[in-house]
């Protein structure tokens, strides 16, 4: 997922194409709702591991 991100970013060095702009957006976005989301259930996870030793 992140070679996809900088793929429409490096897409956005021209101004004339605003949809790679929003799909660079729309994506960036999403990486970092994933990324907190994995974050925030494998913290858990760990946590509870740790616990029970």
């Known amino acids: 997922m992140p070679g996809l ?3 429409f970013g ?3 060095v ?3 194409r605003i949809a790679f702009h929003y799909l660079f957006a729309i994506v960036n976005a999403f990486q970092g709702l994933c990324v907190c989301f994995f974050f925030s259930t494998q913290g858990r996870n760990w946590y509870r591991s740790v616990i029970t030793m």
Request: proline fraction near 0%.
């Open 5 to 7: 991100t900088w793929v």
């Open 14 to 16: 021209d101004d004339i």
């Open 10 to 12: 490096f897409l956005t």
